[in-house]
């Protein structure tokens, strides 16, 4: 079955760097685009970046265009978000999806960026 494991979350302060990892399994890989959504407190999940089932295209949300970028490794089964100058509004849980028949979910990486 697809599974989606999130790792690389964690506390950082404002304008520091986190490199979020999702480690695929259950499904061809290489053939699916992949995306990371996030979810803050009281808030509705949004997408935060897209990338294509190649790596050739990405899409990035408003919010973290210029601070974002969404890579992946075929060979490994691995999505990643390198995300730099981080603010307190980044905040959330972030999540790995793929849609595969269906969305599917990882578990979340809680990002927390705070002094």
């Known amino acids: 079955q697809v599974q989606l494991v999130e790792s690389g979350g964690g506390l950082v302060q404002p304008g520091g760097s986190l490199r979020l990892s999702c480690a695929a399994s259950?499904?061809?890989?290489?053939?699916?685009?992949m995306g990371w959504f996030r979810q803050a407190p009281g808030k509705e999940r949004e997408l935060v970046a897209r990338?294509?089932?190649?790596?050739?295209?990405?899409y990035y949300a408003d919010s973290m265009k210029g601070r974002a970028t969404i890579s992946r490794d075929n060979a490994k089964n691995t999505v990643f978000l390198q995300m730099n100058s981080l603010e307190p509004e980044d905040t959330a849980v972030y999540y790995c999806?793929?849609?595969?028949?269906?969305?599917?979910w990882g578990q979340g990486t809680q990002v927390t960026v705070s002094s």
């Open positions: 999806n793929v849609y595969v028949t269906r969305d599917y």
């Open positions: 259950g499904f061809i890989f290489s053939r699916y685009f």
């Open positions: 990338i294509s089932n190649t790596g050739g295209s990405t």
